[in-house]
């Protein structure tokens, strides 16, 4: 891999961590605690609203490990190993990094 493509995929991932920020902020607002007050809202309100609470910290728990394997993808640009399987050496497809760039394994060995 080029210095142009390390830069393109560096590019890439740091573009996908702001956009993971953007939802950070917009799903704070769901991950907030859900009154329990029966006077302020019926049973089945508050069940809905902890259902998206639940909803809404599940996706935040989803976006943290994406962050976490993003991160771990500028890592390895950093120590020149990013884009070659880490099972077998070889390099892995430039499309398969540009649809995930958290790919650590080529195709054969990833299917097994």
Not at 43 to 57: C, E, F, H, T, V
């Amino acid at each position: 891999m080029n210095d142009a493509e390390r830069s393109r995929f560096q590019a890439l991932i740091t573009g996908r961590l702001a956009d993971l920020d953007a939802e950070d902020s917009l799903g704070r607002d769901g991950q907030s605690v859900v009154t329990l007050d029966q006077q302020a809202v019926g049973r089945l309100s508050r069940q809905d609203a902890l259902l998206s609470q639940s909803m809404a910290k599940a996706t935040q728990s989803r976006r943290d490990a994406q962050r976490k394997a993003l991160h771990a993808a500028l890592v390895r640009i950093d120590d020149g190993e990013f884009g070659y399987c880490e099972d077998c050496g070889e390099e892995i497809a430039p499309k398969r990094l540009e649809l995930d760039p958290t790919a650590r394994r080529c195709i054969s060995c990833a299917s097994g």
